[in-house]
């Protein structure tokens, strides 16, 4: 068969990096965990840092992260990871060291980590994945849940006047001087995918420059907390998550 | 003439998300009828239209999916 000729060694054009190790994720499918992780692991391969790389895994969905990324890595306590990356990167300040946290880790117990972390000015690169919702512990609001959206502790919807607003965290880092390139992507679609890798592999090459703290969200989906197929979930954040939280560069340094 | 590809698919870690059917620009991927043993359903490949563009295993959440691509005919 003519298409058996194709798959040899010398055609191949994409494989999971070895920069993430064999585990079977334990993300729900569709999660856009697993593309987040891959394109961070790719950035890390193409610039050829694996051995100087350390990750601090957060709390929440993504706290296995350590078991899939084979660089070294480091728990933190439930929103401290940016102290922890503060800590590691000052005591080995050649290495590389990204923190990888989610919505309710970064934006909600870990705020005041996050916000001094930036206002200081850590070489640092923070992954911020945002899917608005708590989706370790079964779909509880978070501090990024969209006005109006249902989750299990806002059935009726989240009511602002009694809920709050939901926090734009990402502009409100990119407001501190310590911060150098903060960014907001996705990963649903090839394309995007493919500039949330660029994205991260120019945050890991400014880290290099010391020139202050990278911060990169990623707008995601929880298809099990925002109770939808995944193809649904994704078409849902194009309707509803890109209008609030819009993908693009919000700080970038200047030429 | 698009230069032909082919894609190999981890079928055990596969989820069945389907998001890899929709980044195909030409529908080469289909969800197997079967399941795996975590019972979830596959992906297939379903016709030979596959250019190895590489958009199905950049988008697939689990990493499940391999491409290949025949080189460019020098002229």
Not at chain 1, 6 to 34: A, F, Q, W
């Amino acid at each position: 068969m003519a298409e058996s000729n194709i798959i040899s060694p010398e055609n191949l054009v994409y494989e999971k990096t070895s920069v993430m190790t064999d585990r079977i994720l334990h993300y729900c499918p569709g999660c856009g965990h697993g593309t987040a992780h891959r394109m961070l692991a790719e950035a890390i391969d193409e610039l050829g840092i694996q051995g100087d790389t350390i990750g601090v895994a957060p709390v929440g969905c993504s706290v296995l992260a350590y078991y899939y990324f084979d660089v070294d890595m480091q728990e933190a306590a439930h929103g401290r990871a940016p102290a922890v990356a503060t800590g590691i990167k000052r005591m080995l300040p050649e290495r590389y060291v990204f923190t990888y946290q989610g919505d309710g880790d970064l934006a909600a117990i870990g705020t005041a980590e996050t916000i001094h972390a930036c206002n200081r000015g850590e070489n640092i690169l923070i992954v911020f994945i945002n899917n608005g919702i708590y989706g370790m512990t079964g779909g509880q609001m978070a501090p990024t849940t969209l006005p109006g959206m249902k989750t299990s502790t806002s059935p009726r919807g989240r009511d602002v006047a009694t809920m709050g607003n939901p926090l734009k965290i990402t502009e409100l880092v990119a407001e501190l001087p310590g911060t150098y390139f903060v960014t907001r992507q996705s990963v649903h679609a090839p394309a995007n995918a493919r500039k949330a890798k660029r994205a991260m592999k120019k945050a890991l090459e400014y880290q290099k420059l010391k020139k202050g703290t990278c911060f990169i969200e990623i707008v995601s989906n929880c298809p099990s907390g925002w109770k939808m197929t995944p193809a649904q979930s994704n078409k849902w954040m194009e309707e509803n998550m890109f209008p609030f939280y819009p993908l693009g560069d919000i700080k970038v340094p200047e030429q | 003439m698009a230069r032909k590809g082919d894609v190999v698919i981890n079928i055990e870690r596969c989820k069945g998300c389907e998001i890899c059917l929709s980044a195909c620009p030409n529908e080469v991927l289909a969800l197997s009828s079967e399941v795996n043993s975590k019972g979830y359903h596959y992906a297939i490949k379903v016709n030979s239209e596959c250019i190895g563009c590489a958009n199905c295993a950049v988008v697939c959440p689990d990493a499940v999916i391999t491409v290949y691509r025949e080189k460019a005919v020098k002229k």
